[in-house]
T-cell receptor, first 115, second 114 residues
Framework: AQTVTQSQPEMSVQEAETVTLSCTYD???????LFWYKQPPSRQMILVIR??????QNATENRFSVNFQKAAKSFSLKISDSQLGDTAMYFC????????????FGKGTRLHILP | ETGVTQSPTHLIKTRGQQVTLRCSSQ?????VSWYQQALGQGPQFIFQ???????GRGNFPPRFSGLQFPNYSSELNVNALELDDSALYLC?????????????FGPGTRLTVL
């Protein structure tokens, strides 16, 4: 069974700094999707970034980028020039490509951006 | 374009009661997934509906059931409520079943079971 582990329950950084959130996963599949979701204090979850495992290039969305290490089964999220609005819970998630596969979330990292 | 909406926002029930939660999917989406998010945890998949048929179920007992309607809105029903059912219930809609399809989440329903 697939698992997703986020080893940092909580982190705090100063505004404008760069922060990296860690995520490891376990799977026997060779192709899959990985996601980072953001859940701000108002609760509505939004997709931050998505990585397809068969693509070697790391995904990037503006200030958000990932470091995808397939062999190590590691998928970290880097937030550059952090902003107060980045304060949220961040969830790493895995999804296989089989029709019956459903998304599996980690337990999350609570990120505080300090003024 | 209307996003995913859920009702009610909050709900308080007592043990043994039944509850129905509602979700309206985003315009153009035919797939709805339901998740349970306990305090301090990540969301856990309950089940998914695709074009009114259940398409996969997580590790939840049969007292968790659902429906999807022709307009692709959905209901989650929980019978014989237990204290551990207290959680935030999220629904998410997507435009299909492809693994990479982005899921759009609603704001959730906070259920408290006393």
């Amino acid at each position: 069974a697939q698992t997703v582990t986020q080893s940092q329950p909580e982190m705090s950084v100063q505004e404008a700094e760069t922060v990296t959130l860690s995520c490891t996963y376990d799977t026997s599949e060779s192709n899959y999707y990985l996601f980072w979701y953001k859940q701000p204090p108002s609760r509505q979850m939004i997709l931050v970034i998505r990585q397809e495992a068969y693509k070697q290039q790391n995904a990037t969305e503006n200030r958000f980028s990932v470091n995808f290490q397939k062999a190590a089964k590691s998928f970290s999220l880097k937030i550059s020039d952090s902003q107060l609005g980045d304060t949220a819970m961040y969830f790493c998630a895995f999804m296989g490509l089989n029709r019956d596969d459903k998304i599996i979330f980690g337990k999350g990292t609570r990120l505080h951006i300090l003024p | 374009e209307t996003g995913v909406t859920q009702s009610p926002t909050h709900l308080i029930k007592t043990r043994g009661q039944q509850v129905t939660l509602r979700c309206s999917s985003q315009s153009g989406h035919n797939t709805v997934s339901w998740y349970q998010q306990a305090l301090g945890q990540g969301p856990q998949f309950i089940f998914q509906y695709y074009r009114e048929e259940e398409n996969g179920r997580g590790n939840f007992p049969p007292r968790f059931s659902g429906l999807q309607f022709p307009n692709y809105s959905s209901e989650l029903n929980v019978n014989a409520l237990e204290l551990d059912d207290s959680a935030l219930y999220l629904c998410a809609s997507s435009s299909g079943l492809a693994g990479g399809d982005e899921q759009f989440f609603g704001p959730g329903t906070r259920l408290t079971v006393l």
